[in-house]
Nanobody
Framework: VQLQASGGGLVQAGGSLRLSCAAS????????MGWFRRVPGKEREFVSA????????YYADSVKGRFAISRDNAKNTVYLQMSTLEPEDTALYLC???????????????????WGKGTLVTVSS
């Protein structure tokens, strides 16, 4: 299983970015997908998740109303549209997958089966 994240970069506060995570080596629509982020010196934290069908989504309170997760099962890709970015959003963004058509509640930092290497997002003030 490979998860390749892309779309990160440097953006000013208030700006937008769209992250993509292309999956291979798996039956994509059997997997729940999640986005997480990591800042040096801090624990990896949950950002957002989507069920295998795309019917359910969930967000961390810190990004609710600013970020939107979606997936295209025909393209084996999950997206994270990030708007109104803040300097506090600066992090390495990681996508992850969990097998078995899981419930949304299981898509947590400790619940994922596979992790990608991430894409760096830097928000300047």
């Amino acid at each position: 299983v490979q998860l390749q994240a892309s779309g990160g970069g440097l953006v000013q506060a208030g700006g937008s970015l769209r992250l993509s995570c292309a999956a291979s080596g798996l039956t994509f629509d059997d997997y729940g997908m999640g986005w997480f982020r990591r800042v040096p010196g801090k624990e990896r934290e949950f950002v957002s998740a989507v069920t295998w069908s795309g019917s359910s989504t969930y967000y961390a309170d810190s990004v609710k109303g600013r970020f939107a997760i979606s997936r295209d099962n025909a393209k084996n890709t999950v997206y994270l549209q990030m708007s109104t970015l803040e300097p506090e959003d600066t992090a390495l963004y990681l996508c992850a997958a969990r097998d078995g058509r899981p419930d949304i509640a299981t898509l947590t930092v400790y619940g994922m089966d596979y992790w990608g290497k991430g894409t760096l997002v830097t928000v300047s003030s």
